[in-house]
């Protein structure tokens, strides 16, 4: 068991750190200049950057979740003949 928890942890963290860079790419391709007055405040601060951030996370989510669904008929498909192949319920393709 305290093997499958490691293993476990350390693919939490794997595509934590893979989000985390996706988001960073992101950012940097929106704000190629730097990050200007997003909020309009008048001045460049910690606000402007978050928000500069979480647009970044948002993008990212989006294209994941429409990977996702554009991926999950395949890998369903996939997955119902690898039952079947361990059920029996199908014969392995030669």
Avoid: C, W
């Amino acid at each position: 068991m305290g093997f499958l928890r490691k293993l476990l942890g350390i693919g939490v963290t794997a595509g934590a750190t893979v989000a985390a860079v996706r988001v960073a790419d992101k950012y940097k391709e929106n704000n190629p200049n730097g990050v200007q007055d997003v909020n309009g405040d008048g001045k460049v601060d910690s606000q402007d950057m978050f928000i500069e951030v979480k647009k970044a996370a948002t993008e990212v989510y989006q294209q994941a979740v429409d990977t996702i669904q554009h991926k999950a008929p395949e890998y369903t498909q996939k997955a119902k003949d690898a039952a079947d192949e361990v059920f029996g319920t199908k014969p392995p393709e030669a």
